[in-house]
């Protein structure tokens, strides 16, 4: 998995590109939204939780049906569904080239084909749920120079696809890591992620009260 301890990044976190294209949106007025898939929600919130101009997150999934769209048959590798995270930010202050950077290096990693670590499934797969055509140019072009570069040692797997639909997810899943810090999935899979952020990004936390 893609947290303090990750292998597949070949250069330091603090070294990580900034995109070479970004959103039109960027600084504008309003709010955006997308999901992002990666392994378990609960990883992928913790890590956003933490960032400032990130203003609202829900666990759930995106990929598949409505029927089908709940914890357990998710969990079968039965659907095509992702455990995802639905993102919405303010970018004015955060914009979409910044969102995927974390993504790209602290939330994941984004070259392991349908598994993050342990987990493993399609339901475990990165992905980029767009919503418009400008996010679709933003990413494939982030993926590109990623890949260009050779920031990991193995190529990117990262789905982009359309976002048809986001079910969101029971309620228990919401703000889990926050609520369960000292739960063992937490302390070794999210919180290394979270602690890797606070190193290496400290210019995109929110303040502490």
Request: proline residues 4%.
């Amino acid at each position: 998995m893609a947290g303090w301890g990750d292998t597949s990044l070949l250069i330091n976190p603090d070294e990580f590109p900034d995109p070479e294209v970004d959103s039109a949106a960027s600084g504008a007025a309003g709010e955006q939204t997308v999901v992002l898939a990666g392994g378990c929600f609960w990883c992928i919130e913790a890590v956003y939780a933490e960032v400032d101009g990130i203003l609202g997150l829900t666990s759930g999934y995106a990929g598949g049906t409505r029927e089908t769209a709940d914890y357990e048959t998710v969990c079968s590798g039965m659907t095509n569904h992702a455990e995802a995270v639905q993102v919405r930010f303010d970018p004015k202050r955060l914009s979409f080239g910044q969102i995927l950077k974390l993504f790209f290096s602290v939330a994941h990693d984004p070259t392991t084909l349908n598994r993050q670590g342990a987990d493993v499934g399609r339901q475990y797969r990165s992905a980029i749920f767009y919503t418009d055509a400008d996010q679709k140019r933003v990413a494939e072009a982030y993926i590109e120079q990623l890949d260009r570069a050779k920031v990991f040692s193995g190529k990117i797997v990262t789905e982009l696809q359309p976002l048809d639909e986001f079910f969101e997810g029971e309620e228990y899943h919401q703000g889990y890591a926050a609520a369960h810090p000292n739960q063992p999935y937490i302390a070794a899979i999210a919180m290394p992620k979270v602690y890797k952020l606070r190193k290496y990004f400290v210019d995109k936390l929110k303040a502490r009260t």
